[in-house]
Nanobody, 114 residues
């Protein structure tokens, strides 16, 4: 399985971006997630979507970010709005295959200018 993330870029504070992550092989729809690693900091969970569509979010992004997936179950999205400078980070997607092995995307850089 390979994950291809895209959609990052430079955006002004208050703006919006949509990240996408496409899996090349069969993955579980349960537990698809987005993580991020700000400069000089550890990787952290941003959002995760579970079976049935339930989503959990980091407190820092609640109300601003929305995670979703496509019906085919091979793509996960992250809609980001009201972006802040502290959202600047490399964003990674994560999925599991049917043997529950972890896979990570290559990362996509989001830079929010103030």
């Amino acid at each position: 399985v390979q994950l291809q993330a895209s959609g990052g870029g430079l955006v002004q504070a208050g703006g919006s971006l949509r990240l996408s992550c496409v899996a090349s092989g069969r993955v579980l729809s349960d537990g698809m997630g987005w993580y991020r690693q700000p400069p000089g900091k550890k990787r952290e969970l941003v959002a995760i979507i579970l079976t049935g569509g339930t989503a959990n979010y980091a407190d820092s992004v609640k109300g601003r970010f929305t995670i979703s997936r496509n019906n085919a179950g091979n793509t996960v999205y992250l809609e980001m709005s009201s972006l802040k400078s502290e959202d600047t980070a490399v964003y990674y997607c994560r999925m599991k295959d049917w043997d529950r092995r972890d896979y990570w995307g290559q990362g996509t850089l989001v830079t929010v200018s103030s």
